[in-house]
């Protein structure tokens, strides 16, 4: 029997069952919750699955991840920022499900509207619409590097790092968060340009470093995507170089 | 409505709404599931959010960025990362050491269940409660899994430490996303509290289970849990009961 009840320290809901049921597994109770018809029950459960043990410790993970960084960028330089992101991102572009894969955008699309609802995105919070030339994602708040920035992860005592002056690989701008340099540097920058000639996704940080949005766009053919957005990152669009990726 | 269809690029099913759908929270289609009592629906969307919930790699990454920082500066680097950033936690206001000893279990296990932990990944583990302790049988633990797997294909990319360390049980080969389990859990508590949180037994072959086990009394503790990470038991120094909140 789960037994969902309030935390007052964490304030919050939490599983305060015997110490003998904590390590039944969450997802099998739902299930059996549904199988029975519980209803109610798996109603708890879902809410308590989605708020306490997911999303608490993805950003949890997200904002360790985001530490790390920083901590090279604060030790060892900003340029090692760069270095780090693209060796720990390899895979995302060269791995068995990276999204450069296939030549499909739409098929992106569905790939990356996943990842961000596994970034616990709430109602509301990512819109998707197409249009004639492309996709777009609006992210508002970005459940990841805009959380930090709203829950003011780049200020003391966190001290996330950001990016002192502008680089390529922020887009060409300061001021911004070192954690959000990853999309400029792989999914939406250097190394599929490096590789393929052009981005898998264009992304436009928000103006306002305060803002927590992102609009990530995909482009449904590579010759469609403006030449500005090479150009920030420090390459010239070059259509001759454009590999199909696959 | 939502849409699940296989796709060639990920090599299972993923959810292929219409565009206004597709931004919408697979929980959220579970509760409306619930809501209509649409069962098959229900369970189908709960495989859905199960895949989607593993699709980030999260530790995977969390490895290679402490891997990177051992390979381009030093394995000491490593334990310096992880301290500064438990020492950020707790100047922020962190709980895990605020809680008392019943607290700290439900906290963890929360963590621990939603690591992919037991078999097939769904976050399950055995507990068993003996006289003076609770031992946590994680088989696997997250990482766990990714040592079975690097068994099995020696390709697979998993950098572990090169040297023995005191920071990870004095042991080498050791991954290094498990370091964060003995600097946060054992030394860092031993030094502010005298007594580690929990301890580990990291089993040496991976096909065994990691071993997490919390003493019901700071008091209980083996000496040989402080000697290993350099430390010594000193019972004057262990500040507040298990129990107790605070410290």
């Known amino acids: 029997m789960i037994r969902l009840e309030r935390s007052s320290t964490l304030g919050r809901r939490i599983r305060k069952d015997s110490p003998g049921r904590l390590g039944v597994s969450t997802w099998n109770l739902l299930e059996e919750a549904i199988l029975e018809g519980k209803w109610e029950r798996a109603n708890e459960i879902i809410d308590y699955l989605y708020v306490g043990e997911g999303k608490t410790w993805h950003d949890l993970n997200n904002d360790f991840w985001a530490a790390l960084i920083s901590y090279v960028g604060h030790s060892f330089g900003e340029h090692e920022v760069e270095k780090m992101w693209r060796e720990v991102f390899a895979s995302a572009i060269f791995g068995p499900t990276a999204l450069t894969r296939t030549p499909s955008a739409k098929e992106r699309v569905y790939a990356a509207a996943e990842i961000w609802r596994a970034h616990y995105v709430a109602d509301g919070q990512l819109r998707i619409e197409e249009k004639e030339d492309c996709y777009v994602m609006t992210l508002s708040p970005c459940p990841t590097g805009g959380r930090q920035r709203k829950e003011g992860r780049l200020k003391p005592p966190y001290n996330l790092g950001k990016t002192s002056q502008p680089y390529p690989w922020s887009w060409s701008r300061s001021n911004i968060p070192w954690y959000c340099t990853h999309c400029a540097i792989v999914q939406a920058g250097a190394v599929p340009i490096e590789s393929f000639g052009y981005p898998i996704r264009v992304q436009e940080y928000p103006e306002d470093p305060e803002d927590p949005s992102c609009r990530i766009i995909f482009y449904k053919n590579p010759e469609l995507i403006p030449e500005d957005y090479f150009k920030k990152l420090g390459y010239q669009k070059d259509p001759s170089k454009f590999k199909i990726m696959k | ?247």
């Open chain 2, 1 to 247: 409505m939502y849409k699940l269809e296989y796709s060639e690029l990920l090599g299972r099913h993923v959810r292929k709404d219409d565009w206004k759908d597709l931004g919408v929270p697979t929980w959220r289609l579970i509760k409306q599931a619930l809501s209509d009592r649409k069962r098959n629906q229900g369970l189908e969307l709960l495989d859905n959010l199960f895949r989607e919930h593993g699709c980030l790699d999260v530790v995977d990454r969390l490895n290679k960025c402490l891997s990177y920082i051992a390979r381009n500066h030093g394995e000491e680097e490593v334990a310096k990362a992880l301290r500064w950033w438990q020492a950020t936690l707790q100047k922020a206001g962190d709980v895990v050491s605020s809680l008392n000893l019943e607290e700290l279990i439900q906290y963890q296990a929360e963590e621990l269940r939603f690591s992919f932990t037991g078999s097939g990944g769904r976050g399950s583990f055995n507990v068993a409660e003996e006289k003076d302790r609770y031992v946590f049988s994680l088989d696997p633990c997250q990482v766990g899994r990714m040592r079975r797997i690097k068994k099995i294909n020696p390709s697979f990319e998993l950098d572990t430490t090169k040297e023995p360390h005191l920071w990870t049980w004095g042991k080498a080969d050791v991954p290094y996303y498990c370091a964060r389990c003995c600097i946060w859990w054992e030394i860092m508590p031993i030094e502010e509290k005298g007594y580690p949180l929990r301890v580990h037994e990291y089993p040496d072959d991976p096909e065994k289970p990691c071993l997490t086990i919390y003493y019901k009394e700071a008091e209980g503790i083996p000496e040989d849990y402080f000697t290993r990470v350099g430390l010594n038991k000193k019972v004057s120094k262990i500040r507040g009961k298990r129990s107790d909140k605070g410290s």
